[in-house]
């Protein structure tokens, strides 16, 4: 790639609309499972006792329902970026591509 | 004393082997379903094994498949990859010793998935060909970048190796009273044979039938040990707690992640060390384009999800199944030395509770899965290890790329395949008695501690240079060895001494730590004209890497 190619694809509008918007909803979503997990750890951690308080009439504790919800929670997270990535990124990208090629902006 | 555990143990399993005339006739029968299941599986597995090898020829099909694969095929792999023996037996194992430290586990496991599909899995798949340092070492100086991802990538893969090859055996030992070692031996060599010959599609393939199996067994298990309780999991949960000596602490955090320091540690290796295997990395090479490699990360990431849900069922029905149940005591063992010790130790907690639950039948069933997976991990991990050898060290450090032919390159990946089974076969014999899920913790730890850092900052810091990397990377991979050296599970569990010099069991905390600030001092302190080129090189990796503009097409098969 020479350095006029970098210009050229820089200083297209839809590479640095495709660039923010991409890194503010990939590192926002990894934050919401740093946090989400980071905070379950911590938990262990520091207080093991609040995921062994008995929920409800039965046995079960806080912590089973905490884990398995941090499972559902990773699951729909990769699924809500997918969705983004492979639908809006991926047109704007095949955009930027198109326009690279054909030697445009 | 160890040498007494060893006797007792394998009288057990002669005892278990030959059994009273009753015993006798009711495992006969086992034996011989568990055996067809697993020729039947063997047999399957080389067919796939003869296919592969004839679509095998060039080294792009032998390292990736010819990057044909699906994103929905490579989810199944990927989860295939990680649905280990290590975390199908040593965490349903560790459920039944501690109850919801086995969680814990599962957790730290699973939410790397997420993160590597946010941030690095279109990257990878845009900048990358054969293996994670072709994008570590996009920019810098390939010679001393590929050596060190290489040597990370060999660490690994040997850990990880010996977790499955003690498995492996524990597993065939406990079936067919084989001796041990001659189990180890038969996995190495069928590993070998389905790597050299059959390439990444062979290997793929296994992987994508092994988690089929995998995930249609467990559900079973799962759901037989739920109907006992008509579904219902506050009775399940009551029952365990009643016949666990643990009780009630089963169901809360206990003292396998005892001080903060080690809980933090934990989810830094697991987290990080995810994205840092090469075994994984390299699945992503495997896919067409960025939108596969996301696709298969988010099937991955339900199957392997779905997986651990039914791992944890599993652990509390073998509490409730399998302890206390004299059929799967092991006397010996408990004359020695007393408790309530189960055939094969804690990790066959999964397979007796398939024949709990499913008799004879299922118990074959289960063990052939559980050998299949532990096939299918070990011929993804040896293919990792191997790539790295032929790939970055022969054709990129020792002939400085593009001078080799590609059929000299499959061949040196050939030979490092036998010589990598070998290796495994000898530490497999070796660590017969360590806990298998601890071992797959430090493999973790040096992948989030050598690997991951390098790639990671490659990929997102333009600041990063070659002598960052190395010197970062290299004391990162050094920091893990030695801490894991220093700390309980070698030095006081291997080496006998009496108190461990560092104290924790896992040092990803530490040594992540040392590796990512020492990579950025190192970074930003070199002035030199190859730094300063490096720099600049990141623009046009950087667009590269966003777009996918110059990346490799792939060819379909």
């Keep these: ?105 | 004393m160890k040498k007494l555990l060893l006797l007792g143990l394998m009288f057990s399993i002669t005892l278990f082997a030959s059994g009273t005339i009753e015993g006798e006739i009711e495992k006969q029968p086992l034996n011989m379903s568990a055996i067809i299941m697993f020729l039947i599986f063997v047999g399957g597995t080389l067919v796939i094994t003869y296919w592969a090898a004839k679509r095998t020829k060039t080294a792009s099909d032998f390292y990736t498949a010819g990057g044909g694969i699906t994103g929905f095929q490579n989810g199944m792999a990927i989860a295939g990859d990680y649905m280990s023996a290590a975390s199908f037996l040593g965490i349903s194992g560790l459920v039944y010793l501690a109850g919801y430290d086995g969680l814990i586990y599962s957790i730290g496991f699973l939410v790397g998935w997420p993160v590597i599909l946010f941030l690095v899995s279109e990257r990878l798949r845009n900048l990358g060909k054969y293996t994670f340092a072709d994008v570590a070492a996009y920019r810098l100086k390939q010679a001393p970048i590929r050596t060190l991802a290489a040597f990370g990538s060999i660490a690994t893969v040997i850990l990880y190796l010996i977790a499955q090859m003690v498995g492996a055996g524990k597993l065939i030992q406990l079936l067919f009273g084989l001796p041990y070692e001659l189990a180890v031996v038969l996995v190495g060599t069928l590993m070998i044979l389905y790597v050299t010959f059959g390439g990444m599609l062979a290997t793929t393939w296994v992987q994508i039938i092994k988690a089929i199996l995998l995930l249609a067994g467990a559900t079973f298990m799962a759901l037989a040990v739920l109907a006992q309780f008509d579904f219902s999991f506050n009775d399940m949960f009551a029952k365990a707690i009643e016949v666990h000596d643990k009780g009630e602490l089963i169901m809360a955090p206990g003292g396998l992640v005892g001080d903060p320091i080690s809980a933090i540690s934990l989810g830094i290796a697991l987290m990080f060390g995810t994205a840092g295997l090469p075994h994984i990395l390299m699945r992503f090479f495997t896919v067409s384009d960025a939108k596969e490699a996301r696709k298969s990360v988010f099937y991955a990431t339900g199957f392997i999800g779905y997986f651990y849900i039914l791992t944890f069922i599993i652990g509390f029905g073998a509490i409730i199944m399998v302890l206390n149940n004299p059929e799967y005591l092991d006397v010996a063992k408990q004359l020695i030395s007393g408790g309530s010790p189960i055939l094969g130790g804690k990790n066959m907690a999964a397979i007796h509770l398939s024949h709990a639950v499913g008799g004879n039948f299922f118990l074959g069933f289960i063990s052939a899965v559980a050998f299949a997976t532990i096939l299918a991990v070990v011929s993804g991990l040896t293919l990792a290890g191997a790539s790295a050898i032929s790939h970055d060290l022969y054709a990129n450090v020792l002939h400085k790329g593009g001078e080799v032919d590609e059929a000299k390159e499959m061949r040196v990946s050939k030979i490092a395949t036998v010589v990598l089974g070998i290796v495994a076969i000898f530490l497999g014999i070796a660590f017969e008695q360590q806990n298998i899920a601890f071992v797959v913790g430090l493999a973790f730890a040096i992948a989030a501690s050598a690997n991951f850092p390098v790639l990671f900052l490659s990929m997102f810091w333009s600041k990063l240079t070659t002598r960052g990397a190395v010197i970062g990377g290299s004391l990162g991979l050094a920091t893990a060895i030695l801490l894991v050296i220093l700390g309980p599970i070698v030095w006081v569990d291997i080496f006998g001494f009496q108190d461990a010099i560092f104290p924790y069991k896992y040092p990803a905390l530490f040594s992540v730590t040392v590796a990512f600030s020492s990579i950025c001092f190192f970074s930003i302190t070199d002035k030199s004209e190859t730094a300063q080129k490096e720099i600049e090189a990141f623009e046009a990796q950087d667009i590269r890497s966003q777009t996918g503009i110059g990346a490799e097409g792939a060819s379909s098969h």
């Design chain 1, 1 to 105: 790639m020479t350095q006029e190619d970098i210009q050229r694809i820089k200083n297209n509008p839809k590479y640095n609309e495709l660039i923010s918007k991409r890194s503010k909803f990939a590192w926002t979503l990894s934050i919401i499972m740093l946090v989400v997990y980071y905070t379950f750890i911590m938990t262990i951690a520091f207080s093991p006792e609040t995921l062994g308080t008995k929920i409800g009439d039965g046995v079960i504790t806080l912590g089973i329902p905490v884990g398995i919800a941090i499972i559902f929670i990773s699951f729909i997270l990769a699924g809500i970026y997918v969705k983004r990535a492979n639908g809006e990124f991926d047109t704007l990208t095949q955009e930027i591509k198109d326009e690279f090629n054909d030697g445009k902006v």
